[in-house]
């Protein structure tokens, strides 16, 4: 799902991601040509791409510090996989 999401994106034109505030991340993921400076990273992680996610986070975030408060969540370092499934070691 990662991948075929991060298809669907690359598939809008670079000017319409552009004005998005999630532009530098978007941009790693994308692998979009980078301008003025190299990043040194082989595209974003998984927990990077679900973080774009503004507004789902939020609520997410309001739900997890309200009636969900004692949710079990589970551990960042499952979502630290690139698109090609790729898991960097610490």
């Known amino acids: 799902m990662f991948k075929t999401s991060v ?3 690359k598939s809008l034109p670079e000017s319409t991601l552009s004005k998005l505030d999630q532009y530098n991340t978007l941009r ?3 692998s979009l040509p980078e301008s003025e400076s190299n990043t040194g ?3 974003a ?4 791409w679900k973080r774009l996610a503004m507004d789902y986070n ?3 975030e309001r739900l997890l510090n309200g009636v969900f ?8 370092a499952l979502e630290r996989f690139n698109i090609h499934g790729d898991h960097p070691s610490n």
Do not use: M, Q, S
């Open 58 to 60: 939020a609520a997410k």
């Open 69 to 76: 408060r004692n949710w079990i969540k589970g551990d960042d």
């Open 45 to 48: 992680t998984y927990g990077e």
């Open 41 to 43: 990273t082989d595209g």
């Open 7 to 9: 298809n669907l994106w």
């Open 28 to 30: 790693r993921v994308l």
